[in-house]
């Protein structure tokens, strides 16, 4: 809320006893009943239109003086010419005045007189010309503007101005909304007033002049915005036009000009029914990348497709993004196959042609739970086994089936590995498959199941468990047929850096920490390459080199862990051994 202290007044004084006398520039200016007046001028401290909150004017006793006396101040009807004025050429007073009781005191006592009401009228409009000052008793004077510094007049304002008409009301533009009380939002400003949001007021109307209007009221709020579904508006009409408008009171009570109108309609949503997986309690499906179908009651213009944890929403398993088009049916890509048999949740959002507000967003299915289940009508593999050949952490998994099924789906530990393996991937000949799994970790018991799926129904499977052991280091890209093995006993550096910062509340016994994310494995590695497991340092080098500069994802597999990384700031450098050899450092990202 805007303040001023003014000073330096022009000041002046007249005395009947010397009528033709001019008294400016002297150090003091007298009152007395009917025979002396004392005029002071400021500048106006406030714009037209404010509110005039507090007012305050401030004089000194220059002398001392005794006995009670009414100290009055009036607002001048005409200009102060302060270098002119005598006691036959004084400028009258108009409208209300203000006074004080003082009763004596000593030089330098404070006079203060409640000029309000007198700055509120100057505010509204009327002229302002200063104040004349008065007194009902004999001869009393005080420090004018000439007088000493800390004892000069002074006049301090506090004004409050209106808050702005709301803007950027939202609806609008004529847009449709998908609720027959919608929530009504706009911007405040107040940039020269109380800056505090203390009521809101809204109309509705169905033509833009407001006639018949349903009004809100003043309802306390210190949000710019009002939800029509608490309020007693019964409702837009459906495909209905409305028009709409808001007005804000600011928290020293002074209220808007109403804001320009805004068009909006209400036009139902659409209803989006999920039809597979089916609705309804113990839903299930037989395929880790089940299609997803759904039917929408208007015309879709764009939808998407979400599969979240049922047991925990916030997370998200599947996402189609949103898709242009008419589509109604999505399967998830390998990708993004459900990686576990759930229960899972699935919600369809469309999007129709209608021309909406970004509020009104989407229509959305109700949620449909379901669980990846198997189906025994599907006939299963055969002879499922689980060995570790070769010295390197990949374990390869072999069985049979009679007949080639449409894919095979490799589960690890009940999370899906590979929900759409091939059989001509995985086939050495005749009914006999081979898969490697080179993403274990070591040093521990694991359990594999290989499913056959057709006509997108996944078969039972027997288990088979097995542990994968490791010695040194090694890099794996199974896909290119990529290994690598680092000798050495470098114990490596790992870390898993948390975003964080730490807060040092004023005045608390303790500091706040807050994390906002921690991120996976990273560190880094070194080793040494030598002739080894049936192959040469060289060999080794080569696929080193190999997978640097293809920079993709590769399995670091050390001691009991196998993790998915990216490599960086790949170093080699040779030795002095006989055989040659290499020396190998690296830094390493764990991805997911």
């Known amino acids: 809320m805007p303040d001023v202290t003014l000073r330096g007044a022009v000041d002046t004084w007249v005395n009947q006893a010397r009528d033709s006398k001019n008294f400016n520039g002297t150090r003091q200016l007298g009152m007395a009943l009917n025979t002396a007046y004392a005029f002071l001028y400021f500048n106006r401290p406030m714009p037209l239109g404010a509110v005039v909150t507090s007012a305050k004017l401030r004089v000194y006793h220059s002398q001392s003086w005794s006995g009670t006396t009414t100290i ?6 005409e200009p102060l010419k302060a270098a002119r004025v005598t006691w036959n050429k004084r400028p009258l007073v108009t409208g209300a005045s203000a006074s004080v009781t003082d009763t004596g005191g000593p030089q330098g006592k ?22 004349r000052l008065s007194t009902s008793g004999s001869m009393r004077k005080v420090f004018s503007s000439e007088g000493p510094s800390a004892y000069r007049p002074t006049l301090t304002v506090e004004w409050s101005e209106a808050p702005q008409a709301p803007t950027g009301l939202t609806p609008g533009a004529g847009k449709a909304v998908a609720v027959p009380k919608p929530l009504l939002r706009f911007r405040f400003t107040d940039k020269l007033g109380d800056t505090t949001l203390s009521a809101v007021r809204v109309q509705v ?6 006639s018949g209007a349903w009004d809100s009221g003043w309802v306390t709020s210190d949000m710019p915005e009002l939800d029509l579904s608490a309020t007693s508006y019964p409702g837009i009409p459906s495909g209905g036009t409305v028009y709409w408008r808001a007005q804000v009171r600011d928290g020293a009570g002074l209220e808007s000009t109403w804001s320009d109108d805004a068009a909006i309609s209400y036009e139902p949503p659409g209803t989006v029914s999920v039809l597979n997986p089916p609705p309804g309690a113990g839903s299930t499906v037989a395929d880790p990348t089940p299609r997803i179908v759904w039917s929408f009651s208007g015309t879709q213009r764009r939808w998407q497709v979400l599969i979240l944890d049922a047991n925990d929403p916030t997370v998200e398993i599947a996402d189609s993004g949103e898709q242009s088009g008419t589509d109604t049916a999505w399967t998830p890509p390998d990708k993004k196959a459900l990686r576990g048999t759930g229960p899972y949740r699935v919600l369809v959002r469309v999007w129709d042609d209608k021309n909406r507000d970004a509020s009104a967003g989407y229509a959305e299915s109700a949620p449909v739970d379901f669980t990846v289940v198997n189906d025994p009508t599907v006939a299963g593999v055969v002879g499922l086994a689980a060995s570790q050949p070769n010295p390197w952490p990949g374990v390869v998994l072999t069985w049979t089936r009679s007949s080639a099924p449409d894919s095979y789906v490799v589960v690890r530990d009940g999370i899906t590995l590979e929900p759409e393996l091939l059989p001509e991937d995985a086939l050495v000949s005749g009914t006999s498959y081979r898969w490697v799994d080179p993403g274990a970790r070591t040093w521990r018991p694991h359990t594999w199941q290989v499913k056959a799926k057709v006509n997108g129904k996944q078969s039972n499977s027997v288990s088979v468990t097995h542990t994968p052991t490791t010695r040194g280091i090694w890099l794996l890209d199974e896909a290119n047929g990529r290994r690598v093995w680092l000798a050495g006993s470098d114990q490596g550096s790992w870390t898993r850096p948390e975003d964080a910062s730490s807060i040092a509340p004023l005045g608390a016994s303790q500091s706040v920490r807050r994390v906002q994310g921690t991120r996976n494995y990273e560190g880094s590695i ?3 390459l030598v002739d080894a497991h049936g192959r040469s340092a060289a060999s080794y080098e080569a696929d080193l080199e190999a997978i640097r500069k293809a920079g993709k994802p590769v399995q670091l597999a050390v001691a009991d862990l196998n993790l998915r990384v990216l490599l960086g700031n790949v170093q080699t450098a040779p030795t002095q051994h006989i055989p040659p050899s290499r020396l190998v450092a690296f830094d390493f990202w764990e991805v997911s």
């Open 72 to 77: 009055t101040a009036a607002r001048l009807a």
């Open 110 to 131: 404070l006079v203060e007189l409640d000029v309000k009401p007198l700055l509120q009228a100057v505010a509204d409009g009327a002229p302002w010309h200063g104040f």
């Open 205 to 210: 109307a169905s033509n833009d002049t407001f």
């Open 526 to 528: 070194s080793g040494q």
